[in-house]
C-alpha cells in the first residue's frame, strides 16, 4: 500500500534558524497537504499543493511539491517559538480505489529555542 | 474552532471492554475520516467514508468498525479493548474525496486499564 516517509523527525533549532522537512511518497499523488499539530493539539491544515513542481509561499513558509509528485518539502525561514509543534505532510492517491485516502506522514517534531 | 465535534473528549475503560466514538462532521462535508495517534506511531489511517459509504480503509483492526448515519455524523465502535489501543482518536471531516482539505475535531483520548 501507499507508504508516506518523514524526515528527519525530530529537528531542534535556535530561534532564527532555518528548517525544513521532507516527504517522500511510494506512489504517485494527486495532491499533498502540510498540516500542523500544536503540543496538545489537533492538525490544522496549512496549504494543499496539486500541480507538478508547484512552490506555494505563506509568509517565511515555503512548500514545493515534486516534479514527479512524489515528494514534497517544508522549510520555514527564521524560525520563532510560535513555530513549535509537528508538521505533518499528508498525501492523496493519484487513483485506484483508495482515491481519497489521506495518508499522513509520521512528522517531524519541531522545537525552537529562544 | 474546526466544526468539527468529537465526543467524549476522555475515555477510559477496561480491558476487553466496548466503546464508541462519536463524531459530527462540519456542516456541509460529505467526507469523514478517522485516524489513531499513538506517541511513536503518527497519524495513522483507520477508515474513510463519503456520504454514508465506505470509500476507503486503512490499518484498521477487525475489532474496530465504524459507520457514517444519514445524518452524517459518524460512529467509531472499538470492542475487545486491549491496552495498545490507548490513543487518540481523531475524526476528520472535508467537503468531497478528493482535492479538499481536511478539518480535524479535538481528538478522544481512550485509555485502557
Known amino acids: 500500500g501507499q507508504q508516506v516517509m518523514q524526515i528527519p523527525q525530530y529537528q531542534h533549532v535556535q530561534e532564527g534558524e532555518d528548517f525544513t522537512t521532507y516527504c517522500n511518497s511510494s506512489?504517485?499523488?494527486?495532491?499533498i497537504q502540510w498540516y500542523k499539530q500544536r503540543p496538545g493539539g489537533h492538525p490544522v491544515f496549512l496549504i494543499q499543493?496539486?500541480?507538478?513542481?508547484e512552490v506555494k509561499k505563506q509568509k517565511r513558509l515555503t512548500f514545493q511539491f515534486g516534479e514527479a509528485k512524489k515528494n514534497s518539502s517544508l522549510h520555514i525561514t527564521a524560525t520563532q517559538t510560535t513555530d513549535v509543534g509537528t508538521y505533518f505532510c499528508?498525501?492523496?492517491?493519484?487513483?485506484?480505489?483508495?482515491?481519497?485516502?489521506?495518508?499522513f506522514g509520521q512528522g517531524t517534531i519541531l522545537t525552537v529555542h529562544p | 474552532d474546526s466544526g468539527v465535534t468529537q465526543t467524549p473528549k476522555h475515555l477510559i475503560t477496561a480491558t476487553g471492554q466496548r466503546v464508541t466514538l462519536r463524531c459530527s462532521p462540519r456542516?456541509?462535508?460529505?467526507?469523514v475520516y478517522w485516524y489513531q495517534q499513538s506517541l511513536d506511531q503518527g497519524l495513522q489511517f483507520l477508515i474513510q467514508?463519503?456520504?454514508?459509504?465506505?470509500?476507503a480503509k486503512g490499518n484498521i483492526l477487525e475489532r474496530f468498525s465504524a459507520q457514517q448515519f444519514p445524518d452524517l455524523h459518524s460512529e467509531l465502535n472499538l470492542s475487545s479493548l486491549e491496552l495498545g489501543d490507548s490513543a487518540l482518536y481523531f475524526c476528520?471531516?472535508?467537503?468531497?474525496?478528493?482535492?479538499?482539505?481536511?478539518?480535524f475535531g479535538q481528538g478522544t483520548r481512550l485509555t485502557v486499564v
Open positions: 476528520a471531516s472535508s467537503v468531497a474525496s478528493g482535492r479538499t482539505e481536511a478539518f
Open positions: 506512489t504517485t499523488l494527486s495532491n
Open positions: 499543493l496539486v500541480k507538478s513542481g
Open positions: 499528508a498525501g492523496r492517491n493519484a487513483g485506484g480505489t483508495s482515491y481519497g485516502k489521506l495518508t
Open positions: 456542516s456541509g462535508d460529505l467526507s
Open positions: 467514508y463519503y456520504n454514508g459509504e465506505e470509500r
